[in-house]
């Protein structure tokens, strides 16, 4: 059984850092990705990596300011996420898929999701 664990998230001020953290478990997989939803809008991909060779790919708004990262031994992705703004307010969701092909950024390509985590970050 494959299970998705987040952790991490908070309250945090405008220019903060805040790491989520998450822990997989019931196979190996391709890559993992981090998705973000605020209210009222639809699911937005952040980052993903990918379990060998760790490359990664991140959406235009984060790069800079947030890390994508995976510990192989513990089989746990994290995203460290710097200076963080109002908008980067949302439920955050790790992700994870056991098959190569298709693209990262697409939500509809990754069959494993863990339940989020809320990031609120206040002005």
Not at 69 to 96: F, G, H, R, W
Request: charged share 15%; with cysteine; glycine share 12%.
């Amino acid at each position: 059984q494959v299970r998705l664990v987040e952790s991490g998230g908070g309250l945090v001020q405008a220019g903060g850092s805040l790491s989520l953290s998450c822990a997989a478990s019931g196979r190996t997989f391709y890559a993992t990705g981090w998705f973000r939803q605020a209210p009222g809008k639809e699911r937005e991909f952040v980052a993903a990596i990918r379990w060998s060779g760790g490359s990664t790919v991140y959406a235009e708004f984060p790069k800079g300011r947030f890390t994508i990262s995976i510990d192989n031994a513990k089989n746990t992705m994290y995203l460290q996420m710097n200076d963080l703004k109002p908008e980067d307010t949302a439920v955050y969701y790790c992700a994870a898929r056991g098959e190569f092909g298709a693209p990262l950024y697409l939500p509809y390509n990754y069959p494993y999701w863990g339940q989020g985590t809320q990031v609120t970050v206040s002005s």
